[in-house]
């Protein structure tokens, strides 16, 4: 494909998040961290990393939580949409490190600011201006107007010309699969990209015994290229031109937040490169290992020149 030198628009909910900052039960935490995420935010942070511009477009409170997000993201370099909200507060996510082989979260997002998102939110000019827009399952869990934004822009991207991605980042806690699987099937037809887990694929209604069946079986759907994940085990990818895999790159694992979201940008950012289906599984699944060698949502997510790291040998740069 050609480049466009656009940036990758993305749209969704961002949050503050409230970290523990040492493994133990929160009821014993004296500390927290302060920050953000989101995972259509985490995915632009991580394209500017690797060099890829990206936009993100979302709603937040009119309070101080809403600035932080729009700081945070401003200081990444994402050209930064914030819709103030003066009648719904910036979600919260509470994050527990309760031990270094657990971590749990909870979020505080019902009648958030970011879940008023509605058709309306994404101007025209911003599709048209985007080289790719990519869009997450989270968003359209939140509420009904958030559901009718997705399938909103995916139309209007799709009369544009302009190519969508889409993650299915199923959230149990915010719908259930049959109402999930009868969204994908409205968006997945009209994307070029599609990221599954193996358990999303089944939920699509796309699973099969090996996650190769899988992304074939989501390819069948319309989607240009199927790319399933498989955690440590690398992923798979679907595509016109064949079946490519990519094995996992074995880290040290520190927190696994945020990984799926790195993986995607490191897809993203070499597909709009102009580089193959090998190439681009095998950065995505490099940037995805990278990001659980530390602490937070995309804080440690790479550079390019970062991920040399993880095939080095001495962990100290001089």
Not at 185 to 210: H, K, N, S
Not at 263 to 292: K, P, Q, S
């Amino acid at each position: 494909m050609t480049p466009h030198p656009g940036p990758v628009l993305t749209v969704g909910e961002t949050m503050v998040l409230v970290g523990s900052t040492r493994p133990e039960p929160l009821q014993h935490s004296t500390q927290m961290s302060l920050g953000m995420g989101g995972a259509e935010s985490n995915v632009a942070i991580g394209l500017r990393r690797l060099g890829t511009p990206a936009a993100w477009i979302g709603r937040v409170g009119e309070d101080s939580a809403g600035d932080l997000v729009e700081r945070l993201l401003r200081g990444e370099d994402v050209a930064t949409t914030c819709l103030r909200d003066g009648g719904a507060p910036t979600g919260l996510m509470l994050k527990e490190r309760r031990s270094t082989m657990e971590t749990r979260i909870w979020y505080y997002r019902a009648g958030s600011a970011g879940s008023r998102l509605a058709p309306g939110d994404v101007p025209d000019d911003a599709l048209r201006s985007a080289s790719m827009v990519h869009l997450t399952g989270i968003t359209p869990a939140l509420s009904p107007s958030a559901l009718a934004l997705t399938l909103d822009v995916v139309a209007r991207a799709s009369q544009l010309g302009v190519p969508v991605s889409f993650d299915l980042n199923y959230r149990s806690s915010l719908w259930t699969a049959q109402a999930a699987r009868d969204l994908y099937l409205q968006v997945v037809p009209r994307c070029e990209l599609v990221f599954a887990g193996t358990d999303e694929a089944e939920i699509l209604g796309c699973g099969g015994p090996d996650a190769e069946t899988a992304a074939r079986r989501i390819r069948d759907l319309g989607a240009g290229t199927a790319v399933v994940k498989r955690g440590p085990q690398g992923a798979v990818a679907a595509a016109a031109s064949g079946t490519f895999s990519a094995p996992g790159v074995p880290v040290e694992v520190r927190d696994t937040v945020g990984a799926g979201d790195a993986f995607v940008a490191g897809f993203l950012a070499d597909h709009l490169a102009g580089r193959d289906v090998a190439t681009c599984l095998a950065t995505a699944t490099a940037v995805g290992a990278y990001a659980c060698t530390g602490d937070g949502d995309w804080e440690v997510l790479p550079r390019r020149g970062d991920l040399a790291r993880l095939t080095s040998t001495e962990p100290v740069v001089r």
